[in-house]
């Protein structure tokens, strides 16, 4: 692969070259030569060239035509490429033979936006080792009643392990970002933490209690639809007040919530 790329501020590209941090990702990546990994925004390949010789099969999901040429050319075996927006891309359609690994430095841009589409097909994948920008890590990794709780926070710890790999400055890549960044390791649990009777209501709910973090549990939910009837029935149900902020609500509690919504008729 080309080093004479220039980097697109549109894609969000920074590439990767500190060898540190690529090590730090590839043993957390906990690779097997029969595994089968994703990579979204390849690049110049700093973990591509490393990635695909160690493994059965590498996917890798290029938004810029030029790369993604390049890596068409390449000469590693085993190497699919799939041209184009990795949120728009349809999953489902080419990684039809689970489990995944997913590696990768994620454009900050998109950061967030990818995760929720990982959770949407979470049975595609065993891990994920990823980079965030480090202010992202730390709301994926943060506890219920702290500012940096939220909808990530709470869907990534539902059906995740969520570990600290390494943090990463911005002198780890090319151009330099203005901000520090984080690898972080996901472990897909055999079971969720709570039971979850209807998983896309859950997140509906789970949206729905960060939608206005101002207001109380009970304000928030019915301003993004839900019936008052139904909120009030469900919290009596869970002993769950609803002069709370949804902050302060632990996953057990939000799956207590959205299991009591789904008894009471709600459903997605």
Not at 11 to 40: C, H, M, S, T, Y
Not at 196 to 218: E, G, M, N
Request: aromatic share 8%; charged share 25%.
């Amino acid at each position: 692969m080309t080093q004479s790329h220039r980097a697109r501020k549109r894609f969000g590209q920074n590439f990767l070259r500190d060898q540190n941090v690529i090590r730090a990702i590839v043993a957390a990546a906990q690779l097997e030569p029969d595994d089968k990994v994703v990579e979204i925004g390849p690049g110049h390949g700093a973990l591509t060239h490393i990635l695909a010789p160690a493994v059965k099969q590498m996917h890798l999901m290029e938004i810029d035509r030029d790369l993604a040429a390049a890596w068409d050319a390449s000469t590693h075996a085993g190497v699919v490429v799939y041209t184009g927006d990795a949120l728009q891309l349809k999953w489902e359609e080419f990684l039809c033979d689970p489990p995944y690994k997913l590696v990768a430095n994620l454009p900050y841009n998109i950061s967030s936006q990818i995760l929720f589409k990982v959770i949407e097909h979470r049975e595609l994948f065993s891990a994920l080792v990823l980079m965030f920008q480090k202010e992202v890590a730390q709301r994926l990794r943060a506890q219920a009643g702290t500012k940096n709780y939220g909808i990530l926070t709470v869907l990534c710890q539902l059906w995740f392990d969520v570990e600290s790999v390494i943090s990463v400055a911005p002198q780890a890549f090319t151009p330099q970002p203005k901000v520090d960044s984080e690898v972080l390791r996901f472990t897909r649990l055999e079971q969720a933490r709570a039971q979850v009777d209807d998983s896309r209501l859950f997140i509906r709910v789970v949206k729905a209690a960060f939608a206005q973090r101002r207001k109380t549990l009970r304000n928030t939910l019915q301003s993004q639809g839900f019936d008052a009837t139904a909120v009030d029935a469900a919290a009596a149900q869970t002993d769950i007040d609803l002069k709370r902020r949804g902050e302060t609500l632990d996953l057990a509690e939000f799956a207590a919530l959205s299991n009591a919504l789904n008894q009471l008729g709600y459903s997605t």
